[in-house]
Structures are given as C-alpha cells and as structure tokens.
C-alpha cells in the first residue's frame, strides 16, 4: 500500500526543477538567544548523487549536512538524520523531480509533517525545530552542447534551430543559444542568451551563477 502511493507520488510529474537541489538556511527561530552570525548555509546536491542511492542529509550543530551518523561511530553522533532526498529525471533534458523522506518526526515541508515521502518544489519550505530551510537550486549560464531532442528546436532570439550552437538554459527553461561568453562581442557567433532580458521571465542575462528562486531578503533576517 505504502509502495503504491509512493509510486503514485514519483510519477506524477511534479514541477520541474534544475539539476541540482540546495537547501539555504534560513531564519532561526530563537528569539530568547542571539541569531549566531555565521551568516546564511547553502547545502547542495546535485542529480548525479542521488543515482544509486538517497543522499541522506543531518543536523549538526544547527546546520544541515550531508551524511548520516546512522550505523557510524560515537564520533559524529552529534548529528541527528533529518531526511534522504530523492532525484528522478523529469520529462524534459534538464528536468529534475526531487523528494525527501524524512527521518526526523519534527521535519515539516511547508508547515506539513510528510507521511513518507513527499515533493520538494523550488520555493518550498523545510523545518525543523528552530531552522528553516529553503528549497532552491544553483543555476549557473554554462554553455552545453545540446541534447537530441532539443536540436530542432527554434532559438527565440535567432530563430534558427538550437542544434546550431552549444545552448544555455535561462533559469526559467527556456533555452538560448550561447556559443561563447567568453567571446561576447564577435557577431560571428551565436550567443544569442546574451542579447538582452529573457523573454519569457525578463531575466537580465548573467554569467553569474545564482539561487534560483533567490531568498527573500525578509527571510533572512526575520528580527530586523
Ligand atoms: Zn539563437
Ligand atoms: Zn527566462
């Protein structure tokens, strides 16, 4: 029974998100002590981890970490297992469900304690005890050759087929292409990710790599 909803939940072709997932602390709920001024934690985990595998994630120390301490040594007993996330492909090339089991009675996923397994989707919130994290991703505009089944695809900006051109991903899917960054003044290439705002989200294009969706300033520092 259990299997079967669990089946139900894998397959039913949850929103998207990159290939990568972060958990970014967020605010601390401790207003009778001090917030600690280590500055905000990213975890990340990318799609390649979760192959064989949950990638189980603790509590140590008030941050999340990778790793287990179940079955370890005394040691790295400190660490209390908070949840295994979980990776399947999504439909498109770049498209990646995620889902966790928690491992810890107190863990919520937007104030909702998860049965056995649940959805991770960008935006979403963890908690547990006094911390908060934010499901996010890394997206970073790193030209790729590009997949077959995007090759005959129209660039929006070109309008030519993306198999012409290695390809980017804006962060809000939509593909462009982006043959040089490195180059991005010669005519006689195809970057076309850079030729102004995304027109779909409106994105400025940067070579940055940022959070996407990018943490409210609000929830970083709930207290000032
Ligand atoms: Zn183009
Ligand atoms: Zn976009």
Redesign the pocket.
Known sequence: MADRAEDAILSRGIQSMLGNLCLFQIMELLPRKPVTATGPSLVRIDAEQCGTAPVELSLQNGKCVIGSSRGKSRKIRSQTPLAAIICRPGNGADDYSWFLIPRWCLLTVNGVRPLGLAALDAGAILACGHWRWLVTSQWAPSPRPVPEALAKRECPVCGGELGLAPIVR?????YYHLENPRDRDNPALLNCYLSG???????EPSLESKLFPEPDEKLLSPFT
């Open positions: 804006c962060q809000c899917g939509r705002p995304c027109g779909l989200c409106g994105a």
